[in-house]
Nanobody, 118 residues
Framework: QVQLVESGGGLVQPGGSLRLSCAAS????????MYWYRQTPGKQRELVAS???????NYTDSVKGRFTISRDYAKNTMYLQMNSLKPEDTAVYYC????????????WGQGTQVTVSS
């Protein structure tokens, strides 16, 4: 079972940028779809973006035009480039995947904290 580890979070001012990484313990080449989620205290985990093995991407409306999801098969890593960050982007960000359309999500990792504040 592939394990994922998130990194790249931090404190950034509004309007700034961060790039999150989701490093896999094995090949991601055969993973059907990978996701970035985020969660703030007291709220449900929210889907931010997804990318399929065919490079089809999808974004929640609030991040469209600002965030870009990508996969690097050589490095077995997924990224989330976040630009024009806003205070409401503050959350713990998690990555996950489904090997096929029917398989369950993997176990959730520790996530990486993103704080957007002046």
């Amino acid at each position: 079972q592939v394990q994922l580890v998130e990194s790249g979070g931090g404190l950034v001012q509004p309007g700034g940028s961060l790039r999150l990484s989701c490093a896999a313990s094995g090949s991601i080449r055969n993973i059907y779809i990978m996701y970035w989620y985020r969660q703030t205290p007291g709220k449900q985990r929210e889907l931010v973006a997804s990318i399929t093995s065919y490079s089809r991407t999808n974004y929640t409306d609030s991040v469209k035009g600002r965030f870009t999801i990508s996969r690097d098969y050589a490095k077995n890593t997924m990224y989330l480039q976040m630009n024009s960050l806003k205070p409401e982007d503050t959350a713990v960000y998690y990555c996950n995947f489904q090997t096929t359309k029917l398989t369950p999500f993997s176990n959730w990792g520790q996530g990486t904290q993103v704080t957007v504040s002046s």
